[in-house]
């Protein structure tokens, strides 16, 4: 595998060729995320629950003045809860021009995808759990898979029980 320095590789007609993901780990499989949407990650910490909301959102924090409202990315997914441990993180991505923290139970790794090297998501029906109705695609890294979401669907796809993502202190 060839070193570059550019995040991403160049074809010929100047489109890109790759992608940077951020990867993490849910209930043993592997997830990314398109690091563009990633701003940072951070430990675990005080969550102060706000009331009437959907079950996967945990409440709200406090990042340097900043109100972020957080998800549990396990029960978002419908995944049996775990708890949290030293290993647990706080993923806080911006979409549509929200921040949001994304509780995940570890961060692995950045990693360059050759689009290539990245599937359409296969169909297993709208039951199927562990975030498939999430997921932009299937990517292949050596002899491993990483599910790749969707950070707009996996945010908005829903209501978020009443929570407004854009004025989270509303």
Known sequence: ???????????DEGAPRSQMFLTFMLGGESYGLAITAVTEIIGFQSITPVPDVAPYVRGIINLRGKVVPVMDV??????????????TCII????????VGLIVDTVSEVVDIDLSQIEAPPSMGSAAG???GFMMGVGKVEDEV????????LL??????GFDLA???A
């Open 1 to 11: 595998m060839s070193s570059h320095n550019d995040p991403m590789l160049e074809g």
């Open 74 to 87: 396990r029960e978002r997914f419908g995944m049996d809860a775990r708890d949290y441990d030293a290993r």
């Open 92 to 99: 806080v991505i911006q979409v549509r021009e929200s921040s």
């Open 130 to 132: 562990g975030g498939q």
């Open 146 to 153: 990483k599910l790749l979401l969707d950070a707009n669907r």
């Open 156 to 161: 908005f796809d829903d209501n978020l029980g």
């Open 167 to 169: 004025n989270p202190a």
